[in-house]
């Protein structure tokens, strides 16, 4: 069974400000991360994701995440965040063969200028 | 590449109502999958599709929903008798397995609002 955890439900930054979104994972196999973000009344887009390449992500509108085995996490991060990049923001895991995403429960990222 | 386009995007019914709503993937995507996702939370899986067999399903998915893909490309999902937990956002997302990274992302739509009153 996999699962993800996001801590905090709720983050405000200051534009220009590092963006930090945490996600830790469970996985018995191992796993396939993502990162989408949802705007209101929208559907999700994805971000970035994981394949068990390189352990740095490059995602895109500056996202990138790292894949940390030994903390069992795929923190999302941006180093200057800007107004537009305000939404909710999903981590999920699979295992291989496309197996169904498992979400978590998602942080509300909200950018003060 | 036209995305993947659900329809209706809104859905107001009285409970006890039958409601349909239609997800057409993007062309060539052979995976379908049906989430769920209410208020503050993040999208619960209900059902996939590989083509047109339908491969897994959700214990979320009560003997009130059934979902089809009948020609292995759009596909319905269907709720019975609804009832005002059933309201909630339905997103429909669709994926390749000949993908060369094997493992491709899902291709989300817009969703469909359903408000039970």
């Known amino acids: 069974a996999q699962s993800v955890t996001q801590l905090g439900s709720h983050v405000s930054v200051s534009e220009g400000a590092l963006v930090l979104l945490r996600c830790n994972y469970s996985?018995?196999?191992?796993?396939?991360l993502f990162w989408y973000v949802q705007y209101p009344n929208q559907g999700l887009q994805l971000l970035l994701k994981y394949t068990s390449a390189a352990t740095l992500v490059k995602g895109i509108n500056g996202f990138e995440a790292e894949f940390k085995k030994s903390e069992t996490s795929f923190h999302l991060t941006k180093p200057s965040a800007h107004m537009s990049d305000a939404a909710e923001y999903f981590c999920a895991v699979s295992g291989r063969g496309n197996t169904p995403l498992v979400f978590g429960k998602g942080t509300r990222l909200s950018v003060i200028a | 590449d036209t995305g993947v386009s659900q329809d209706p995007r809104h859905k107001i019914t009285k409970r006890g109502q039958n409601v349909t709503f239609r997800c057409d993937p993007i062309s060539e995507h052979n995976r379908l999958y049906w989430y769920r996702q209410t208020l503050g939370q993040g999208p619960e899986f209900l059902t996939y599709f590989q083509n047109e067999a339908q491969l897994e399903k959700s214990r979320l998915l009560s003997d009130r929903f059934s979902a089809e893909r009948p020609k292995g490309s759009f596909s319905t999902l269907e709720i019975q008798r609804t009832e005002q937990g059933d309201s909630a956002m339905y997103l429909c997302?669709?994926?390749?397995?000949?993908?060369?990274?094997?493992?491709?992302?899902?291709?989300f739509g817009n969703g469909t609002r359903l408000t039970v009153t």
């Open positions: 997302a669709s994926s390749s397995t000949r993908d060369i990274s094997y493992n491709s992302p899902l291709h």
């Open positions: 996985s018995s196999v191992p796993p396939y």
